[in-house]
């Protein structure tokens, strides 16, 4: 009899804001399959869905971050505002992050790392949030909350490349969603500027978010 392997396991963690002990669950690497992508990217999955399983929350305090920042120092110039932050939310009765998650549990997860990216004032993490926050509502079908979703990323793209330092490595990606979400609302003037900042300063990159800017680009003049 063939035995069928789990997609997810566990792994531990200890919150740097109380200090309590997190499981969250992470998919196998050999279990993540993706077999195509949206027009803004957003991968499709065959099979389990790493997305649902991102974000890090921990049971306790509800500190939640992606999983490479959770266990990060924090600041103590956030900590109170961080701590004011996650003491007005209000968990449903029943939600456990460390167990396997539905669409409706990772995007609570995704909207409470949004709030604490907020506090500790990284605002393009904040847009990335929101942004997969758009596509989980996406494969719920639910096209106005998606909207709103993605109009908040909008926004939080925007603040992020006006008032952060972005690191080289992420401004493609940061450029590429400026033009990408300003198209989607129609904002045509906005996305040929974006698309244009993008293929100009990165036109040696090998980006993937480079390459499908210049095609974007040529296909909005």
């Known amino acids: 009899m063939r035995t069928v392997m789990p997609e997810t396991w566990d792994k531990k963690y ?27 990217l957003k991968p499709n999955y ?19 971050a992606l999983e490479n920042d959770f266990e990060k120092y924090i600041s103590p110039i956030h900590l109170e505002e961080l701590r004011n932050v ?15 998650r539905d669409h409706k549990t990772a995007l609570l997860a ?48 925007e603040e992020c490349y006006m008032s ?14 400026l033009a990408e979400l300003s198209r989607r609302f129609g904002k045509k003037e906005e996305a040929l500027r974006w698309f244009s900042t993008l293929v100009t300063k990165y036109k040696n990159s090998n980006s993937f978010y480079v390459k499908v800017g210049k095609e974007r680009w040529q296909d909005l003049k």
């Open 110 to 157: 995704h909207a409470l790392a949004a709030l604490c990216y907020r506090a500790k004032k990284q605002l393009c993490k904040v847009a990335e949030m929101y942004l997969r926050m758009g596509w989980l509502h996406r494969e719920l079908k639910d096209t106005e909350a998606e909207s709103k979703a993605l109009a908040k990323a909008l926004v939080s793209f």
């Open 86 to 100: 996650l003491g007005t939310v209000k968990i449903p009765e029943g939600v456990d992050f460390s167990k396997a």
């Open 14 to 40: 200890t919150c740097p804001l109380c200090g309590s002990q997190v499981t969250s669950k992470k998919v196998f690497t050999e279990k993540i399959v993706i077999k195509s992508y949206d027009e803004d």
């Open 46 to 64: 065959e099979g389990v869905n790493p997305l649902l399983y991102a974000v890090v929350v921990c049971n306790s305090c509800h500190h939640a």
């Open 164 to 177: 952060s330092y972005i690191e080289e490595e992420k401004e493609p990606m940061v450029l590429f969603y």
